[in-house]
């Protein structure tokens, strides 16, 4: 008998990433679709359907020989139910019932969670976690998500609300409004977004006038997160204040969530980790700096290794192990 395979979906709020893969999560097959947020996100279910049919049928496959689909949604989302929550961004209503619609839709049974939980998942399973059961996944991005994972299993909390790391606050008084509705949360300062809106702070004040980064913001009249990364690294005076600041919030940030639980691993993703080293070298000595001496000897800091897949790989092991509370297989 053929081993039945898994389908991985990663919505976003521009673009919805499926994946075929088999139970080993080696993708086969992987391409992306438009997310179509119009007319309350009606559509989205039923475009990711489609998109289904027409690879299995692009590919002589059948249904019968799938699982199911696991999905990663953006927002705080009922494990059990499938239910998701403040979706805003997909035009979603509060309560929707997003495994109900997307199992009618498909034919298949589904499994819903958060998306940065899929993409901790991901990385614990196929990823920088290699294995790693007790791991927390920082995705660094346009915003600042995160997902916790303990003896093998996501933290979800009473309202699936746990992991959101970016929401952790960093500048308990005078700090930025957050989209959240807080002022002062981690992501205000450590997503792509923090880091320009730091910068160009800093630009406007007008202190170092032999600046490269100076420069880009004086021609273009902005500067992006890459833009102070790559003018840091040729020692760039605004630049390197922006990481340092970025460093010591992140770095005292992951101290406290390594001291509340101590995981094997921390690891740390989306577009900003992409720096590299001029941001993960300071990130871990302040980590170091703070985090309780027993847990800074036993906890690493990784970059991700998995990249844009890591969320629809999370998804597709949500639908491996689903109604399972087995351990993490090979």
């Known amino acids: 008998m053929t081993e039945q395979m898994l389908i991985g979906v990663d919505l976003g709020g521009t673009t919805t990433k499926l994946a075929f893969m088999n139970h080993y999560g080696e993708i086969s097959h992987k391409w992306e ?19 289904i049919d027409e690879k299995i049928k ?15 949604a953006p927002g705080p ?18 309560h929707y019932p997003l495994k109900d619609l997307l199992e009618m839709e498909t034919s298949l049974p589904a499994v819903i969670d958060n998306d940065a939980n899929c993409a901790a998942l991901g990385e614990m399973w196929k990823g920088a976690g290699d294995g790693a059961k007790d791991l927390v996944c920082v995705t660094l991005g346009t915003g600042v998500g995160g997902g916790v994972i303990t003896n093998g299993d996501i933290v979800q909390g009473i ?27 981690l992501e205000t300062i450590a997503s792509a977004t923090g880091i320009v809106r730091l910068a160009v702070e800093k630009l ?6 032999a600046s490269e980064l100076a420069s880009i ?26 990481i340092k600041e970025v460093a010591s919030y992140l ?7 390594a001291n509340t639980l101590n995981p094997e691993k921390i690891v740390l993703g989306g577009g900003v980790s992409k720096a590299g080293d001029i941001l993960l070298t300071p990130v871990k000595q302040k980590f170091q ?8 000897q036993s906890t690493e800091i990784e970059l991700a290794t998995l990249g844009n897949d890591a969320g629809v790989i999370g998804a597709a092991w949500l639908i491996k192990h689903k109604g399972s509370n087995s351990t993490l297989n090979s």
């Open 159 to 185: 309202s699936g609300a746990a992991g959101e790391i970016g929401h952790i606050t960093a500048i308990p008084e005078g700090g930025t409004p957050c989209n959240c509705g807080k002022t002062g949360c």
């Open 204 to 209: 406007k004040q007008g202190v170092e006038s």
């Open 33 to 51: 679709i438009p997310t179509d947020n119009t007319n309350e996100g009606k559509n989205i279910t039923t475009n990711i359907a489609k998109a």
């Open 58 to 72: 692009e590919l002589h496959l059948t249904k019968n020989q799938f699982v199911g689909i696991g999905m990663g």
């Open 289 to 296: 700096t703070y985090a309780f001496p027993r847990v800074a």
């Open 217 to 242: 913001y004086s021609e273009l009249g902005h500067v992006s997160a890459k833009d102070v990364f790559d003018t840091a690294r040729e020692g760039d005076p605004i630049s390197t204040a922006v």
């Open 251 to 257: 770095g005292l940030a992951l101290a406290n969530i």
């Open 77 to 94: 989302v009922n494990l059990q139910t499938g239910v998701v929550y403040n979706t805003v961004n997909l035009g979603w209503k509060d």
